[in-house]
């Protein structure tokens, strides 16, 4: 999984916005946000996913195929969902099994957009309370494992005052050590 700030240029989601030159970012920085990550070959995966998923309590998962094939009507929408910047209050785990796109996550507090671009292999863990979106890349597709903790309360908050002190929202800043 690479990392580095996004440009903010005006144009397609879907273009890599790599800054010239790239800012890459460190797994210090992502350790920081509590943004967790491994790399887990595809092929066998199910031994080392069913290991992270015990210790940290993932109990339910399915499988998301986004793309035009995969979503049929809701495509667009979901497109459209998926890159609204929000937050849940439960972490977002994603276990790339092929395609690929970018998570984007917001640096606090410096309110900078970080990219992950994930491909597979990729099991991310986006934590609660964090801002963030997703778009697919150019290739316009990917499949991936969507991992669910007991009682799943993923849905999305999108940026606002009112997230702004979600409870979630706001441990999530003292839990990293920025002050709301
Ligand atoms: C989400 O909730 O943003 C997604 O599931 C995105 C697609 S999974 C790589
Ligand atoms: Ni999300």
Redesign the pocket.
């Known amino acids: 999984m690479r990392a580095y700030y996004y440009d903010n240029l005006p144009g397609d989601q879907r273009l890599p916005h790599d800054y010239v030159p790239s800012r890459p970012v460190s797994k210090e920085t992502l350790d920081r946000l509590n943004v967790k990550y491994w790399t887990i070959p595809v092929e066998g995966y199910e031994t080392r996913v069913d290991e992270i998923a015990k210790e940290r309590g993932y109990k339910n998962r399915d499988m998301?195929n986004?793309s035009k094939e995969g979503l049929g009507e809701i495509y667009e929408d979901k497109i459209k969902t998926?890159f609204q910047e929000h937050m849940h209050e439960d972490e977002?785990i994603?276990y790339?099994l092929s395609g690929s796109?970018f998570f984007d996550v917001r640096e606090s507090p410096s309110d900078e957009w970080i990219r992950l671009a994930v491909e597979p292999g990729d099991l991310v863990v986006i934590p609660a309370g964090i801002y963030h979106r997703?778009t697919l890349d150019e290739k316009n597709q990917?499949k991936?494992l969507?991992l669910f903790q007991d009682e799943p309360k993923w849905v999305p908050h999108n940026r606002s005052s009112e997230t702004d002190v979600n409870p979630h929202r706001v441990e999530y800043l003292k839990s990293i050590g920025v002050s709301a």
């Open positions: 998301i986004v998926f977002e994603r790339i796109g997703f990917i991936a969507r």
